[in-house]
C-alpha cells in the first residue's frame, strides 16, 4: 500500500527544494509574488482547509510553466496554480478582462471594422481611453487584418488542394485568423511545397489560452470540447503555428480544464515538428533558394519549453540553407498573452523582458525566429527587430517555380 | 533547598485538565501554582486525536459520556472559536457493516441530546466528495475538530492573565506532608537546575496516566491502566468533515481534518506504565490505521504521510472493581480525604479531552469547597484569549497574517507584522512576528514549545528547509544566540521518531532531503 502515492498536480511530491522559485519569471522581478512553491503545493495545503486562503498574488503567474520544467520531482505546479485561479479567483476589471480574453469575439467584430478599428486603436486619444479601460496605453494592439484568413483560404486555397493525395488539417488560432493571416498562408504555401494538402477543422474555436488565464474556465471549458470534438473529426495530423495553442489543447485542456482527451496529445502538434521528422526520415524533400540568406535568432517560448520542442524548430531552421542561427539562453518575454497587455502588469511585463531583450540585440541578427504570437508583439516592441515564425522563414526560402 | 512560596492551590500536570483546572480557580479569584515537568500538553494532551466529540461515538456503548460531550462540545465551539474548526461530522456505514446498527445509533444519540441526522449516501458524498463512495448509510452530527495545543494554551494565558503561576519544565519530586495531610509540593526547576518548595492547603494532581505515581507519593493507590493509540497524520487534508465508522467503536475509524492535515486513528493497546514515556508506533499500527483508514477515504492510499505519533491513554481502574481490570468510565474525580484519609489532596483523571473544562469545573469546586470559598464557576461563558469576537477590516492581508489568525485568534493583533512578517516556516505560514509572539507571551522555550504553538515544522517539509532559519530566530528572540544548533539537533530528533515508522515513498525522499539540508547546517552526525 501507499508505494507510489501520487496525488493531484502530484502535489505531495513536492521535497520543497525551491528550485522551482528560482526560475519563475515573475518572481525575480515582483517582489508581491510568492514565487511557484508557494503559490502553488504551499498554497494549495492551505487553500484545501480553507478556501479563502487563496492569495490574490497568484493573478500575477505567467503561466509559463518553466516551474514545472525546472521540477525535480514532477510537480505540476503551474497547473496546481492554474487550477485555484479557476476555482477560487475573481477577476480584477472584469469587463477588460473578458475583452482580453475573447479573441475569437473581438477578432470577428474588429476584422469586419478593421479599416477602422486599427487607425483607432493606434490613436492616441483612444490609447488614453483604454488606460482607463486596464490595457496599458504603452502597448500596441496588433492590428485586425481586413480579411480573415479563413475567408481567404476558402477563396484562394481550398479548390487547390484537392489535387494533393496526403492532408493535413490546420489549426490556424486566432492570431492567424484575425490579425496575421500571411503566417497561415505561408504555412499553406510550405505544407503543399511538402507535398500535402491542406484543410480546415469544420469548426475551430479560440484555444482558450487567455480565457484560462483570465479565470473564465467554464467557457474555455466549453470551446475546449468544441475543438477537441473537431479535432476527432479530422482524420488527418492536426498541425498548427503558434505553440501556445498547442501547448494548451495538448496539456491545459486535460490537466487544467479537466476534459478527457488524452488522445489529442498524438493527433495534434507543431508544423515545425512534423516537417522536420518527415525531412529528417526522408519522406519530404524540399527545394531552397539557392540566394536566400537571414541571420536569424531563435527565441524559445516557455510554452515551446514546457513542449520540449524547441530543439525541432532549431534543427528546421538550420536546415535552410543561408540560415545562420543564433541561440541565445531560454528566458521569458514577460508578456504572458492577455497578462502584458493590462496596465497594472506592464512593468513586471517590462522588466521580465528586458534580459532576453538586451539577448537579442545582441545577436546582431536580421530577424527573431519564434513559435509564439504574443511573444512576437513583445519582443517586436522591445528591441525593433522584426519577428517571424519558423514557418514563414521557411516559406520565404522556399523556391518556388 | 531555596525559596518557598505559598499558593491557595498547586496543580502538578499541565496537560488540558491541569490548565483548565489552573484556569477555573484563577477566574474564581485562587492563587493558583501549575507545574508540569516538561511542556504543557506534554501527555496525552498532545497526543491525541483533536477530534471535539459530539458524543455519538459513545451513544450506544456509554449514555452518560455521550449526553456529557454534546453539552460540552457546544460550550467549547463558544469559549475556544479560534481552537475548534466547525467541520460537522459523518458516521458512514459500510456494505460490510450492519445497516440495523446505524438505526439504534441514531436513537442512543437522539436519546442523548445529540442532533443525529440520517442522510442519503447520495447527499454524504456531495457534502464530503473524500468519502467511501460504496457507503450504503450515512449520519450527519455534530462532531468537530479542536486544536488540544491551542486550547492549552489559551487556558495557560488566560489562568496567568488571572495571576496563575504557570511553570514549565518544573518535575514534581514529592509531595510534602504534615500530620497527614498533603500541604505542598516539592519541585525540581530543570531550567534553573534547582529544588524548590511550595506550599498549599489543597494540591491537584492532575498528571493524566503518571497520577499513579503522584498518588502514591501521598500513600493513595490510584491504579492506571494505561492504553496506547497510535496515529498517522498525512501531508494535507482529504476530508473536510470528520469521518467516522457507524459501527460499535473499534480500531483506527476516525479520521479527523485538523488544520491543514488530516489524522486517522487510533488504536488500542494496553502498555505498561513504565513504557509511557517512551512511546513507539509498530510498522502494523502503521498497516492497521492505512487499511481502516482508505476504508473511510480511499484517497489516503495517494496521500503521502507525514508522521505518525501515539499517546496513552488516562484510563483509571475502576474502584468498583476488586480485579483491577475494569475501566471506570467518563471523569474520574477522587477526593483523597474522603477516600484514602488524605486531606488537602485531590486527584483528576480519565475523561477526554472534550470534557476538559467539565472536569475542571468539578475539580474546582471541590477546591473551593475545601478552602471555604464560595465563588461561581464561569469557564462556560467566558471566551478563552484569541476566541473573541474580532473583525479585521483589511482584506487583502497577507496568507500568513490569516494563517496566523486561524492559529491565535484575536490574539494575533498583538503581533509585530510590520517589523517581523518575514515567513520562516513556509509550509505553515509561519513568520518571525508569531515567533516572537510565543516567546514573549505564551512561554516558549525551545523547538518543540514552538513547534506546539505555531505548527513550525509540522508541514510538508517537516523542517528540512525552515529549521535554521526558525532555530536562528527562536534563539535571538530568547537572548541567547548560542542555542541554536541544539535547537537544530532537538528538533531534528524529534522528527525523525515519527517519520521513521512512515519513511517510505515521499517521505522517504524527504527524509533523505532533510539528511542532507540539515547535515549542512549542524555540524555533527544525526
Ligand atoms: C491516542 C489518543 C487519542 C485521543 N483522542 C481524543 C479525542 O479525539 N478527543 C478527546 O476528547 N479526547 C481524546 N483523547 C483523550 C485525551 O487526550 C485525554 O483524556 C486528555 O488529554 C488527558 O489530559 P490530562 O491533562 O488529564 O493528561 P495529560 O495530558 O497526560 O497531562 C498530564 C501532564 O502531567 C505531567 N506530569 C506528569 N508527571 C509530572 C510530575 N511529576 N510533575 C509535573 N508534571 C507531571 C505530564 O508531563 C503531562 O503533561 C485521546 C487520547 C489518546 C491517548
Ligand atoms: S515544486 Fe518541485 S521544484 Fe518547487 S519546491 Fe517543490 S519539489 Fe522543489
Ligand atoms: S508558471 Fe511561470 S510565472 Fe507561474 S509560477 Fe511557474 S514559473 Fe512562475
Redesign the interface.
Known amino acids: 500500500m501507499q508505494e507510489h502515492n501520487i496525488s493531484k498536480g502530484n502535489f505531495e511530491q513536492c521535497l520543497k527544494c525551491n528550485i522551482c522559485t528560482q526560475v519563475c519569471p515573475m518572481f525575480e522581478v515582483n517582489p508581491h509574488y510568492p514565487g511557484p512553491k508557494q503559490a502553488g503545493p504551499d498554497g494549495e495545503r492551505y487553500r484545501l482547509k480553507d478556501p479563502s486562503f487563496f492569495d490574490l498574488t497568484l493573478k500575477y503567474c505567467l503561466n509559463c510553466k518553466s516551474c514545472e520544467v525546472a521540477c525535480p520531482s514532477g510537480v505540476k505546479v503551474g497547473d496546481i496554480i492554474q487550477i485555484a485561479r479557476l476555482k477560487y479567483g475573481r477577476q480584477s476589471n472584469p469587463l477588460r478582462d473578458r475583452m482580453l480574453a475573447s479573441t475569437d469575439l473581438v477578432g470577428t467584430v474588429a476584422s469586419v471594422l478593421a479599416p477602422v478599428a486599427n487607425p483607432i486603436l493606434a490613436f492616441g486619444p483612444a490609447k488614453r481611453v483604454m488606460d482607463i479601460f486596464g490595457v496599458d496605453h504603452r502597448r500596441t494592439f496588433p492590428k485586425y487584418s481586413g480579411e480573415k484568413f479563413e475567408q481567404w483560404f476558402k477563396k484562394n486555397a481550398a479548390p487547390a488542394q484537392s489535387r494533393f493525395k496526403e492532408h493535413v488539417a490546420y489549426f490556424h488560432g486566432c492570431y492567424v485568423n484575425y490579425n496575421y493571416p500571411q503566417l497561415g498562408k505561408d504555412f499553406v504555401k510550405v505544407m503543399n511545397a511538402c507535398g500535402y494538402g491542406v484543410s480546415l477543422l469544420e469548426k475551430e474555436r479560440c484555444c482558450g489560452v487567455a480565457l484560462i488565464s483570465n479565470g473564465f474556465g467554464k467557457q474555455a471549458a466549453v470551446q475546449a470540447a468544441q475543438n477537441v470534438d473537431s479535432i476527432r473529426k479530422a482524420g488527418a495530423p492536426v498541425l498548427t503555428t503558434s505553440s501556445t495553442c498547442t501547448f494548451t489543447i495538448r496539456d491545459e485542456y486535460r490537466n487544467v480544464l479537466g476534459l478527457d482527451c488524452a488522445d489529442m496529445a498524438s493527433t495534434v502538434e507543431l508544423a515545425v515538428k512534423w516537417i522536420y521528422e518527415k525531412i529528417a526520415s526522408g519522406k519530404v524533400n524540399l527545394r531552397f533558394r539557392p540566394d536566400f540568406h537571414l541571420k536569424v535568432v531563435y527565441h524559445t517560448a516557455c510554452h515551446m519549453q514546457k513542449l520540449g520542442w524547441a530543439l525541432f524548430s532549431q534543427e528546421l531552421l538550420k536546415m535552410i540553407p543561408g540560415v545562420e542561427l543564433v541561440v541565445p539562453e531560454q528566458h521569458c518575454c514577460g508578456i504572458a498573452g492577455t497578462f502584458g497587455f493590462k496596465k497594472e502588469n506592464y512593468g513586471y511585463s517590462q522588466a521580465i523582458g528586458q534580459p532576453l531583450f538586451d539577448s537579442l540585440l545582441a545577436a546582431g541578427a536580421d530577424a527573431v525566429a519564434t513559435d509564439c504570437e504574443t511573444c512576437k508583439w513583445q519582443i517586436e516592441s522591445g528591441t525593433g527587430i522584426p519577428v517571424l515564425n519558423p514557418i514563414s522563414i521557411l516559406a520565404m526560402a522556399l523556391l518556388t517555380d | 533547598m531555596a525559596e518557598s512560596s505559598s499558593f491557595d492551590v498547586i496543580i502538578i500536570g499541565g496537560g488540558i485538565t491541569g490548565v483548565g483546572t489552573a484556569r477555573d480557580c484563577a477566574l474564581r479569584g485562587l492563587k493558583v501554582l501549575l507545574l508540569e515537568k516538561a511542556d504543557l500538553t506534554n501527555g496525552a494532551s498532545g497526543r491525541n486525536h483533536g477530534l471535539l466529540h459530539s458524543g455519538a461515538r459513545y451513544a450506544v456503548t456509554d449514555m452518560e459520556s455521550a449526553a456529557e460531550c454534546i453539552r460540552e462540545n457546544r460550550i467549547i465551539r463558544q469559549i475556544a472559536s479560534n481552537c475548534v474548526e466547525q467541520t460537522e461530522g459523518l458516521f458512514i456505514t459500510l456494505p460490510q457493516d450492519d445497516l440495523q446498527y446505524q438505526a439504534l445509533f441514531v436513537e442512543r444519540c437522539r436519546e442523548a441530546g445529540i442532533d443525529a441526522r440520517e442522510i442519503d449516501p447520495a447527499m454524504a458524498r456531495a457534502m464530503e466528495p473524500s468519502v467511501n463512495p460504496s457507503l450504503i448509510g450515512a449520519v450527519k452530527v455534530p462532531d468537530a475538530s479542536v486544536d488540544p495545543f491551542r486550547l492549552a494554551s489559551a487556558n495557560a494565558l488566560d489562568a496567568a492573565n488571572h495571576g496563575a503561576q504557570i511553570r514549565t519544565y518544573c518535575e514534581v519530586l514529592s509531595l510534602l506532608k504534615d500530620s497527614g495531610a498533603v500541604v505542598g509540593v516539592r519541585y525540581f526547576d530543570r531550567k534553573k537546575k534547582e529544588t524548590l518548595c511550595a506550599y498549599a492547603p489543597v494540591t491537584v494532581n492532575a498528571a493524566g496516566i503518571w497520577g499513579q505515581t503522584i498518588a502514591a507519593m501521598a500513600g493513595c493507590e490510584i491504579k492506571m491502566l494505561p492504553a496506547k493509540g497510535s496515529l498517522l497524520v498525512f ?3 482529504v476530508n473536510k468533515m470528520v469521518i467516522n465508522r457507524c459501527r460499535k467503536p473499534s480500531n483506527a475509524d476516525i479520521l479527523v ?1 485538523g ?2 492535515v488530516c489524522v486517522i486513528g487510533t488504536t488500542s493497546d494496553k502498555v505498561g506504565l513504565d513504557e509511557c514515556d517512551n512511546i513507539k508506533v509498530t510498522p502494523a499500527e502503521v ?1 492497521l490505521l ?2 481502516e483508514g ?1 476504508s473511510l477515504a480511499p484517497e489516503l ?5 507525514l508522521r505518525a505519533y501515539a499517546g496513552v491513554r488516562p484510563l483509571v481502574a475502576s474502584d468498583d472493581d476488586p480485579t483491577g481490570r475494569s475501566t471506570s468510565r467518563g471523569i474520574v474525580l477522587l477526593d483523597h480525604e474522603t477516600r484514602d484519609g488524605v486531606p488537602g489532596f485531590i486527584s483528576i483523571t480519565g475523561g477526554k479531552l472534550t470534557s476538559y473544562r467539565l472536569m475542571a469545573e468539578q475539580t474546582a469546586n471541590l477546591v473551593c469547597r475545601k478552602l471555604g470559598v464560595n465563588r461561581k464557576c464561569l469557564t462556560a461563558t467566558e471566551p478563552l484569549p484569541g476566541s473573541e469576537k474580532h473583525s479585521n477590516p483589511d482584506r ?1 492581508l497577507s ?1 500568513a497574517f ?2 496566523a489568525e ?1 492559529r491565535h485568534g484575536s490574539l494575533t493583533g498583538k503581533m509585530d507584522f510590520s517589523q517581523k512578517s518575514e515567513v520562516l516556516c ?2 505553515e ?1 509561519v513568520t518571525r512576528a508569531e515567533i516572537a509572539y510565543a516567546v514573549k507571551t505564551l512561554g516558549v522555550r525551545n523547538m518543540i514549545d514552538l513547534r506546539r504553538r505555531t505548527r513550525v515544522g509540522m ?3 517537516q523542517g ?2 525552515c529549521i535554521k532559519k526558525v532555530a536562528e530566530a527562536l534563539a535571538c528572540e530568547l537572548g541567547c544566540p548560542e542555542m541554536e544548533q541544539e535547537f537544530i539537533r532537538e528538533y531534528v530528533q524529534e522528527r525523525w521518531k515519527g517519520m521513521t515508522p512512515v519513511c ?3 517521505s522517504l ?2 527524509a533523505e ?1 532533510m539528511r542532507k539540508q540539515i547535515g549542512r547546517n549542524i555540524n555533527d552526525e544525526i
Open positions: 501531508g494535507h487534508r481534518p488544520d491543514v498497516e492505512l487499511r482508505c492510499e495517494n496521500t503521502r504521510i487583502e496568507i490569516k494563517a486561524g513556509e509550509c505560514h508541514g510538508t517539509c528540512s528547509f517510505w515513498g515521499d525522499r524527504e532531503y
